[in-house]
């Protein structure tokens, strides 16, 4: 059946000047074109477009055999074919990544991002009850240009990401001739990981499984040339038991070609306590700085985000004493510099916190990257799989 379906869209490539359908969509969004059961231009020969839909059939069953499409291409009249390189105007071009704003109907908040709130929300054209649940994502109001300019980069930036371990772009909706832009996400069900871990039992073998996805998400983000510079268990959402999404790239940037790192200023508030040495000395932001990020990350996840030992901010302000405002910054770098890092979480294995601390080295190069920690994350959770330590009970 997908030999068919291949055949249809073929036939259409042939048609149209071997230009290919949806080539200037996203991944992202040629997922919504099909999961929305949209229908692909068709020529004007009528002939022509219905044996192509025929084999563009959403249902596999209803796609003639080979044989039918060569009695069917036989039995085509030549002169209904002298212009086939047009399209049908009767067929309507949907564009299934546009949200209608009357269709969006708000269901509840689910929080707030770096640039503005989130919320969830059903999009149910039709009314009848059948509706997707989706995330919005809306700018807090009077926000500043700078500020709109960023939040369009986000939805840019997601725009083009297709991975199973980063929250799914799904379209935008505007209003006010574009002057306002929602951004429609996929409705990661069982919210971030810094509200769920306190909550479940969850073992080592599956903390280390989502840590390993954690790094295949940043690993594709980076052979991208993206940073995503706020990676944090408040932004890795839990898609199931076994699956999660790294999500919020507010503060995202694309490092520009032939450069390792990009310099950041008047960056407003930000989580510095995530931040590398260098982001805090010196505004310098890079692959190896998500990888410090990331280190902090699964700091958070082994000590099951408790509000005791998490956010790291609480643990680093112990360290550093009572204090406010850029003071704090000047004060974490004073410990950081000192070689001062985050703990052995409680019951963590000696050789994964070592992991951590490579993650915190002061020295950028001496930094593992996502793609070597992939197979290293692997292999602890086989081990560890097997033989948990008593503090973790493996699910």
């Known amino acids: ?215 295949e998400g940043m690993a594709y983000l980076h052979s991208l040339h993206y940073i995503h510079r706020d990676l944090a268990a408040r932004n890795v959402l839990l898609e199931s038991e076994r699956r999660i999404k790294i999500g919020d790239f507010g503060l995202a940037k694309a490092l520009p070609e032939g450069r390792n790192y990009y310099r950041v200023r008047d960056d407003g508030d930000s989580p510095v306590f995530w931040f590398a040495m260098e982001c805090l000395k010196e505004c310098r932001f890079s692959f190896a700085s998500d990888v410090w990020s990331f280190g902090v990350t699964l700091y958070e996840l082994l000590t099951h985000c408790d509000p005791a030992l998490s956010p790291p901010a609480q643990k680093f302000l112990e360290m550093i004493g009572a204090t406010q405002g850029q003071m704090t910054v000047l004060r974490l770098m004073e410990l950081l510099e000192r070689g001062r890092r985050l703990p052995c979480p409680q019951g963590c294995p000696y050789e994964l916190y070592r992991v951590l601390q490579t993650c915190w080295d002061a020295a950028v190069a001496f930094r593992p990257t996502f793609p070597h920690l992939i197979p290293l994350l692997r292999s602890f959770r086989l081990k560890y799989g097997v033989t948990p330590p008593s503090v973790f009970s493996v699910l």
């Open 1 to 215: 059946a997908a030999d068919k379906w291949s055949f249809g869209t073929t036939l259409l490539e042939i048609c149209f000047d071997a230009d290919v359908p949806l080539k200037e969509r996203t991944p992202a969004e040629k997922e919504r074109f099909y999961e929305k059961k949209h229908r692909l231009p068709e020529p004007s020969c009528q002939d022509l477009a219905a044996l192509i839909q025929q084999c563009l059939s959403y249902t596999p069953a209803e796609r003639p055999s080979f044989r039918t499409v060569l009695r069917d291409l036989t039995q085509l009249q030549p002169h209904n074919l002298m212009d086939v390189s047009s399209v049908n105007p009767d067929v309507p071009v949907s564009d299934p990544t546009v949200f209608q704003k009357r269709y969006l109907k708000k269901i509840r908040d689910l929080g707030e991002g770096h640039f503005g709130k989130v919320g969830l929300y059903c999009y149910d054209p039709t009314n009848d009850g059948t509706g997707e649940m989706v995330a919005v994502k809306s700018l807090k109001a009077d926000c500043s240009p700078q500020l709109l300019a960023s939040w369009r980069k986000e939805i840019s930036i997601l725009k083009t990401l297709y991975h199973e371990n980063i929250v799914k772009y799904k379209g935008c909706c505007s209003e006010q001739g574009e002057k306002v832009v929602q951004l429609i996400m996929e409705y990661v069900p069982l919210g971030s990981l810094r509200d769920y871990l306190p909550k479940h039992h969850v073992g080592l073998a599956r903390i280390l499984l989502f840590a390993q996805q954690i790094c």
